[in-house]
């Protein structure tokens, strides 16, 4: 009889881990509460499906913070190279874009979860969807609603983070590890900011291009969009990490914003020298500065609240003051999770052996541009690979050290 395997978690972490438990011969049967797969992995593809980073190795890694030791094996052992490979043996080959991040060139993760699904049905994966992990049964097999008979040989917890709750991540797993969880924040969130009634009526919705963000010394460039109840998008989110917490130990955080980061101040000066006449302060900035109506709307408000330095100054480092992060469940991720220290170098949990855990569900945060789902994978391909171990069954060929562009 084969050894046989539950994956909990039908997300890409689960997805892979099944693939390299069911390649080497495990009967694996994934659970999921949600009545079909990967539901967040296909709502990251409207945004493009950034599958990873191009960037150096080491570069790449410090991206993931303090937890960089924690993860480090993990992608250095299955690095973008090898999710690059295992993409484009899906048939779906990537392209590099200018910020070096790295997506499917179809922009989408539907015909790479078809792939996916496809062959893990050839490797005989079962499927066992509307079935929600309710804790363990007194033999130390994992529970379900509705209720099974199966105890697994070996368990791979796959059960996501705390963000976008609608799409089966809801985060409701943490009340079993009442001692072993940090607790799930938003991470890559947007942020509240007390708009005017007319800025918020006139602008919400509206994207700032080509904007930097300055907060403390780190300057970020980027883009950002304006929301009913703030500011959110990829520049806020590279700072939000830090933004949370400032806010979390001292209330409300004033970043400054740079609407023209390709224009000196001494530029601006000598281009708002020229006498206004008659002219509206919003045409005058138009015409002067090249601002946009949502970035006059934000000189406008900053005057409005009272700012009181000149124009020049205002368009170069205008005073945004965020109140606090928007709730986890419009965050593109979550911090927390499983901690470090209740899980071995393999990711299996110290007081439960033959359960692993991986993916985000893990205590780790990162910034948008790939990383997250590199640390999703890679976790899932060292958790499947510590189960194999810990069932004393062969890694199969291709998964193991030195395939697959591993970094030795
Ligand atoms: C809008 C959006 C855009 C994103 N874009 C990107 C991007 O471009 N690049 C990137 O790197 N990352 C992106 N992410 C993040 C990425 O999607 C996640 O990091 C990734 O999906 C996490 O994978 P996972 O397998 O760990 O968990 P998940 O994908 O969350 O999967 C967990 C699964 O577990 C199931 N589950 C949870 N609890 C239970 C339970 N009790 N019983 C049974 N099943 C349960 C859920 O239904 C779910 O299917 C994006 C996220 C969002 C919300």
């Not at 089966?168 to 590890?177: E, L, M, N, P, R």
């Not at 509206?206 to 304006?226: C, M």
């Not at 033959?354 to 948008?368: K, N, Y």
């Amino acid at each position: 009889m084969p050894s046989t395997a539950a994956v909990i978690g039908a997300g890409p972490a689960g997805l892979m881990a099944a693939e390299i438990l069911a390649t080497a011969g495990i009967a694996v049967t994934v659970y999921d509460r949600m009545p079909s797969v990967g539901r967040k992995f296909l709502m990251a593809g409207r945004g493009g499906l950034n599958l990873t980073h191009s960037e150096p190795l080491d570069r790449f890694l410090d991206r993931y913070g303090t937890a960089r030791d924690w993860l480090e094996p993990a992608i250095r052992a299955f690095p973008p190279t090898a999710l690059i490979a295992w993409c484009e043996a899906l048939g779906q080959p990537i392209f590099t874009g200018t910020s070096g991040r790295i997506f499917p060139k179809v922009m989408k993760a539907s015909p790479l979860l078809r792939a996916w699904l496809s062959r893990l049905a050839g490797l005989n994966v079962a499927f066992r969807l509307r079935h929600t992990w309710i804790g363990w049964s007194p033999n130390g097999a994992p529970r379900f609603d509705p209720a099974t008979n199966e105890k697994p040989d070996a368990t791979i917890l796959a059960l996501g983070g705390g963000s976008w709750p609608r799409l089966g991540s809801d985060g409701t797993w943490v009340a079993q590890f009442p001692d072993a969880v940090a607790p799930l924040r938003p991470s890559n969130c947007g942020f509240t900011v007390a708009w005017s009634d007319h800025f918020r009526a006139r602008f919400a919705g509206h994207p700032l291009k080509r904007i930097a963000l300055r907060f403390d010394a780190i300057v970020q460039r980027g883009e950002a969009a304006i929301t009913a109840t703030g500011i959110e998008g990829g520049v806020i989110y590279a700072l939000s990490a830090m933004l949370r917490d400032r806010i979390e130990t001292a209330g409300p955080a004033t970043i400054h914003l740079d609407l023209r980061p390709d224009l000196s101040p001494e530029q601006f000066t000598e281009r708002l020298a020229t006498p206004r006449r008659a002219q509206s302060l919003s045409a005058f900035l138009r015409k002067q500065a090249g601002l946009s109506p949502v970035a006059i709307g934000l000189v406008q408000e900053a005057r409005h609240n009272g700012a009181d330095t000149d124009l020049a100054s205002l368009i170069k480092a205008l005073p945004l003051r965020l109140l606090t992060p928007r709730p986890i469940d419009r965050a593109i991720s979550s911090a927390g999770g499983l901690r470090k220290d209740v899980v071995d170098e393999t990711f299996m949990l110290r007081d439960r052996p033959g359960v692993f855990a991986a993916g985000e569900m893990l205590d780790w945060e990162a910034p948008t541009g790939g990383y997250l789902l590199q640390a999703d994978f890679a976790t899932a391909v060292a958790a499947a690979r510590g189960a194999l171990a810990w069932l004393e069954h062969p890694l199969p060929p291709a998964y193991r050290p030195g395939d697959q562009g591993e970094v030795q």
